[in-house]
């Protein structure tokens, strides 16, 4: 009996230590671009460890699927420049030095284009009474997309929103009556008005109303960091701190805003980078399928 607390104190150091391979790292991306998604699986050797995924400057929230396989969506911002990072993947157990694992991502170049349009000079050249109202509308977005991030809500793969394909105009540099503006961070489907527009997926709603530049506004937080935004409805069918499940309507295509026309714009925020919802969709149905 003597001898049992200095075994259980050798067993729990052999346990705490991470192996020198500590986990095996794979990942998934439609491609290695700005404004793509990119899926990582973490397989540690056993259960009891934790890990931290860090790229792009930034630690990215990870969930178990497993006791020993963890899963995470980095984002690759639109801004991102076209070179090589590493993604840095500590695994640690207990309180043992953490092991360090290591990807290159090799991010290549992408051209996005120019689009020009016409709309309502008034949201090109906003009138000073409303200057106020814009300033204060960027400013609890820009808070929005920093707060902490909450629990994953979504557990199947990401879905559109409407039935209409989505062109092409995520990223492409948007010029409104001869005046250059941001890139443009959505996916535009061009449904007709009173579509019906349904969650790609489950979460809480973080925002419903009216703002200057999308019209009727719908921001939904799908948890770990990951924001949707429905912009231009003609109606908002939820309000803010619904839960709701896959599907749930969230309102109507419309023509509210600066538009030239009725549309559903979908932006996706993951972890603060702005992504195609489009990519968003591909890794996750990929995913669910193994892949």
Do not use: C
């Not at 640690?92 to 290591?102: I, K």
């Not at 949707?228 to 939820?238: C, M, N, R, W």
Request: net charge positive; aromatic share 8%; glycine share 8%.
């Amino acid at each position: 009996m003597r001898g049992w607390p200095v075994l259980l104190a050798l067993f729990g150091a052999m346990v705490q230590a991470p192996p020198q391979d500590a986990a095996r790292v794979a990942t998934s991306a439609r491609a290695l671009q700005p404004g793509e998604v990119i899926a990582f699986t973490v397989t540690t050797p056993g259960p009891g460890y934790a890990v931290k995924l860090d790229v792009f400057d930034r630690t990215w929230p990870l969930f178990q699927v497993d006791a020993a396989t963890w899963r995470g969506l980095v984002g690759i911002d639109l801004d991102t420049p076209p070179r090589s990072y590493t993604a840095v993947i500590l695994v640690s157990a207990g309180s043992a030095e953490p092991a360090r694992v290591t990807r290159r991502l090799s991010i290549v170049a992408k051209s996005f284009g120019t689009r020009t349009l016409t709309v309502d000079d008034s949201f090109v050249n906003p009138p000073a009474d409303v200057a106020a109202r814009i300033a204060s509308e960027s400013s609890r977005l820009a808070d929005l997309w920093k707060r902490e991030p909450t629990p994953r809500a979504w557990a199947e793969p990401f879905t559109v929103p409407v039935p209409e394909p989505a062109n092409s105009a995520f990223g492409k540099r948007s010029v409104f009556n001869g005046q250059v503006r941001n890139p443009h961070t959505g996916a535009d489907f061009p449904s007709k008005a009173g579509t019906i527009v349904s969650a790609p997926n489950a979460g809480t709603v973080a925002l419903a109303e009216d703002l200057y530049f999308s019209g009727n506004t719908v921001i939904v937080d799908h948890g770990l960091g990951m924001f949707s935004t429905f912009a231009h409805l003609s109606e908002i069918g939820v309000r803010a701190g619904e839960v709701l499940a896959p599907g749930h309507v969230i309102g109507k295509v419309g023509a509210t805003g600066r538009v030239t026309g009725p549309h559903l714009h979908w932006a996706v925020r993951l972890n603060g980078a702005r992504v195609d919802p489009l990519s968003l969709v591909w890794v996750t149905a990929k995913r669910a399928q193994g892949k």
